[in-house]
């Protein structure tokens, strides 16, 4: 799992962290290739929207697999909104850990 990822789940919500890695680490999430794709829309999202490489990156790799970029940044958040493919950490809830007795 990358480790911006477990980077910003531990700091914004260090309580759910254990329950939120644990779930995440259930997906088998790959990373993602460089393209000329992914770069011409990292490259679009920054001249549009006058945001961070960094974050554009993130964006872009969602978009090119129709997925979601998740942030707990949410001045990127409400810089790149209107582009979708985005969205704010603080909206998700943690998995309940449901235990069989």
């Not at 477990?6 to 290739?33: M, S, V, Y």
């Not at 697999?65 to 809830?93: Q, W």
Request: aromatic share 8%; charged share 15%; with cysteine.
């Amino acid at each position: 799992m990358c480790n911006e990822v477990g980077n910003a789940i531990t700091r914004r919500f260090p309580t759910q962290a254990a329950n939120w890695l644990a779930a995440l680490a259930k997906f088998g999430l790959l990373d993602a290739t460089r393209s000329d794709k992914w770069l011409t829309t990292t490259l679009g999202l920054i001249s549009r929207f006058g945001c961070t490489f960094y974050g554009a990156a993130y964006q872009a790799v969602a978009l090119s697999h129709n997925g979601v970029f998740i942030t707990a940044d949410s001045r990127s958040m409400n810089l790149t909104g209107d582009a979708d493919g985005v969205s704010l950490l603080g909206i998700l809830r943690a998995p309940t850990n449901r235990r069989q007795r």
